[in-house]
């Protein structure tokens, strides 16, 4: 028979044949989609299985130890949120200015392209690779040492191109109307930003920022090659407060302190040959999962609410 | 309140103008923010100046003591032994095989998920699945190493009972779930951008929507394709911790991942938990490490332009 006169019968069997190979594909698809699902559902279950006997308070309440069942987490989580506090500070205004001066102010110039191809570089250079430069910079050019003031700054400069991009991805959105009427009324540049664009950008930078900081919050990399100690029995000092050696400590006294953080804390947990201490790491590691997952959690909220939500 | 007043009355003009002298402060002021919002956006060109100072001038010291074709070609690598060998081969083998599996892993499933969301899923079904993917690519790396150390190399050894406790595979399988997220979301973007009327074209002409995904949108699609590849190249280079749990830092000139081994990554990690002098040779290592790692990205980020700018499509 000839080739393109084919019967009834043969090209519905072509028709099935494509339909057939369309649902494998499907069912392909939802499968690939259903071993992430199951990476995360393992993951959590297995961290809640194996660490809910440290569920207690005293694990959040008791330093390092060398026995499994009496360590705790005290130090790590109060050094991972004081880190996060230097990195947001560090992070924040930095990050949403050069968003503002990407969008708002600069000029087509070869300069501004330097700036702008930098920024999509930086977010794909290897993250250890800022805590050797943090080593090198902030460590021993700077004299911060292996202090919280050092390990902040770290990740600010890493995070910072998230926030800038989700900055200047929020201002986009903004439409031109809204800048003319501000000029219009006589408004500056600087007064257009200050009184409307960061205003009404602020959802997405908050989303950037969040994103950001759950990211922060769980890099180990770099902070461990700025040196920061795996065992610490001791909490930064409270500002204005004698601690006891008799001294007392000044406003910014903790962020110079030696610290530790949660994942260093999950890292030297896991490394260790006993399995008693893999009980300790499946807890923390909870923990830090509860911090990250609910952080994207909310970013990822605030996103859909905006969505709905802005009609210009 | 007076100023307002007085201006508002039309018989005492001057006092407008006295208003508008304050134009010129206002222009100062608004000189001085433009110069510090312009030096935060140069913060990010520091940083890559600091960086590129960092690695360049502590491997400047480094190469003084160790000469470029030792570090090139010798098979050993001993930095902190007495018998000290720099031989950089054996930790970009473990970096490059703990990548490939990764990549094995990563690749397809990332690019099966991008195709099933952008051709072939319900807007309701993307909806539910993005967030998922998103949480996935947000979890710490070392939850993920912990993951890959205690539940999937007990799982692998049950399937090759000769897999030591450390090893290659689990982390590379590991990191490669870890990398799916980026791949599929990046890849999505770019075949949502394929125009309507190319599928629309294929359609009409009677392809099913498989064919029409492979043969028209991905082909459309493969600059964005090739370039979230690149992006999982970097990351799976570059990731430390998964591989610093998970496949034992003893360095291993191998290419077998069912051995334990070190990369470049969990080698600084190594040399960073010790306590080593400030300007010591092993403190250089570290940076000379890092150097190498940044060019092996540099070089896969260069071949991504290439194909990038090769393959193309402008509508």
Not at chain 2, 279 to 291: E, M
Request: aromatic share 10%; proline share 5%; charged share 10%.
């Amino acid at each position: 028979m000839h080739a393109n006169s084919l019967t009834t019968e043969q090209i519905r069997a072509l028709i099935a044949k494509g339909k057939l190979k369309d649902a494998i594909f499907k069912v392909l698809g939802i499968f690939c989609l259903a071993v992430a699902l199951l990476v995360i559902v393992l993951l959590v279950s297995d961290m809640v299985a194996k660490g809910s006997e440290r569920f207690t308070v005293d694990f959040f309440l008791n330093f390092a130890s060398r026995r499994a069942t009496q360590a705790g987490i005290l130090s790590a989580w109060v050094g991972s949120l004081l880190v996060m506090l230097v990195t947001a500070l560090a992070a924040v205004p930095i990050g949403v200015a050069a968003g503002v001066y990407l969008e708002e102010y600069a000029k087509r110039n070869w300069i501004t392209e330097i700036i702008e191809i930098n920024i999509t570089n930086l977010a794909a250079v290897p993250s250890i690779v800022y805590g050797l430069l943090a080593l090198g910079i902030f460590v021993y050019q700077f004299g911060f040492g292996q202090s919280i003031l050092s390990a902040g700054l770290t990740l600010a400069l890493l995070i910072l191109p998230i926030i800038i991009v989700s900055t200047r991805e929020a201002i986009r959105a903004i439409p031109a109307m809204i800048r003319e009427g501000s000029m219009a009324v006589g408004a500056t540049r600087w007064q257009t930003c200050r009184y409307h664009i960061i205003p009404y950008a602020m959802p997405g930078i908050l989303t950037g920022v969040i994103i950001g900081l759950a990211r922060a919050i769980g890099e180990t990399a770099p902070i461990i090659t700025i040196g920061a100690l795996t065992f610490i029995a001791f909490l930064p000092p409270v500002p204005y407060t004698t601690g006891a050696d008799g001294v007392t400590a000044g406003m910014f006294d903790w962020v110079m302190s030696p610290f530790t953080v949660m994942p260093i804390q999950i890292f030297n947990w896991t490394s260790r040959p006993d399995p008693a201490f893999e009980v300790n790491a499946a807890a923390a590691g909870f923990v830090l999962m509860a911090m990250v997952l609910t952080m994207n959690g909310i970013a990822i909220y605030l996103r859909y609410k905006m969505r709905k939500n802005i009609k210009w | 309140m007076n100023h307002a007043m007085s201006a508002n009355n039309p018989s005492e003009l001057p006092v407008v103008s006295d208003r508008l002298s304050h134009k010129a402060m206002r222009h100062v002021s608004e000189r001085i923010i433009e110069a510090l919002l312009f030096a935060a956006a140069a913060v990010s060109v520091l940083t890559t100046v600091g960086i590129v100072y960092v690695l360049v001038s502590e491997s400047v010291q480094f190469f003084q003591q160790v000469s470029i074709v030792d570090f090139l070609t010798d098979t050993q690598w001993t930095p902190l032994f007495d018998d000290a060998h720099f031989g950089i081969m054996v930790l970009i083998s473990g970096t490059l095989v703990s990548s490939f599996v990764a990549l094995i892993v990563a690749i397809p499933m990332g690019t099966i998920i991008a195709i099933y969301l952008s051709e072939f899923a319900h807007g309701k079904v993307r909806e539910v699945a993005k967030p998922i993917l998103e949480l996935l690519g947000g979890i710490p790396t070392i939850v993920f190493g912990y993951f890959a150390l205690l539940m999937v190399t007990p799982l692998l050894q049950k399937i090759f009972p000769e897999l030591p406790g450390f090893s290659l595979l689990s982390a590379g399988l590991v990191m490669g779930i870890m990398i799916v997220p980026y791949i599929a979301s990046l890849s999505e973007d770019a075949m949502r951008a394929v125009p309507m009327s190319l599928r629309e074209g294929s359609y009409a002409l009677g392809s099913t929507r498989l064919h029409t995904a492979l043969h028209v949108v991905v082909p459309a699609a493969f600059s964005g394709l090739a370039a979230s590849y690149i992006l999982a190249i970097s990351r799976a280079v570059g990731e430390t911790m998964i591989l610093a749990v998970a496949a034992g830092m003893q360095p291993n000139l191998t290419w077998n991942p069912m051995e334990p081994a070190a990369t470049i990554t969990s080698f600084i990690v190594q040399v960073a938990l010790g306590d080593l002098p400030h300007g010591s040779i092993g403190y250089q290592t570290i940076f000379a490490a890092g150097l190498t790692l940044i060019l092996i990205t540099l070089m896969f980020n260069i071949l991504g332009q290439w194909l990038r700018r090769k393959f193309r499509e402008s509508y």
